[in-house]
């Protein structure tokens, strides 16, 4: 099993920068991708950052303002957030794929609320 636990949101004003952090821990192997999606209320879930070993991408509403990295050694994702506007306001949730027994498997964080606000 694989455990994601995200933390590092908040409330913020608008302009203002946060960091998220998830953590993994578990059976992490052979990971196909990391990504993080957000929510906001009554909205479905969209993806807003993707990182595999090679390249990583982003939604067009970030770009330029969001960065995702990833510590290795520690199995922990980072999305360090810039610039952040109203629209920005969401539950952000990690995810990890991974290949397990020939199919792909993916996890799921609890999620971390981000409020923009002034």
């Known amino acids: 099993q694989v455990q994601l636990v995200e933390s590092g949101g908040g409330l913020v004003q608008p302009g203002g920068s946060l960091r998220l952090s998830c953590a993994g821990s578990?059976?992490?192997?052979?990971?196909n991708h990391w990504a993080w999606h957000r929510q906001a209320p009554g909205k479905q879930r969209d993806l807003v950052?993707?990182?595999?070993?090679?390249?990583?991408t982003y939604a067009d509403s970030v770009k330029g303002r969001f960065t995702m990295s990833r510590d290795g050694a520690k199995n922990t994702v980072y999305l360090q957030m810039n610039s952040l506007k109203f629209e920005d306001t969401a539950v952000y949730y990690c995810?990890?794929?991974?290949?397990?027994?020939?199919?792909?498997?993916?996890?799921w964080g609890q999620g971390t609320q981000v409020t923009v606000s002034s």
């Open positions: 995810k990890i794929v991974i290949m397990d027994n020939g199919r792909l498997q993916d996890y």
């Open positions: 578990g059976s992490i192997f052979s990971i």
């Open positions: 950052a993707s990182m595999t070993s090679s390249s990583t």
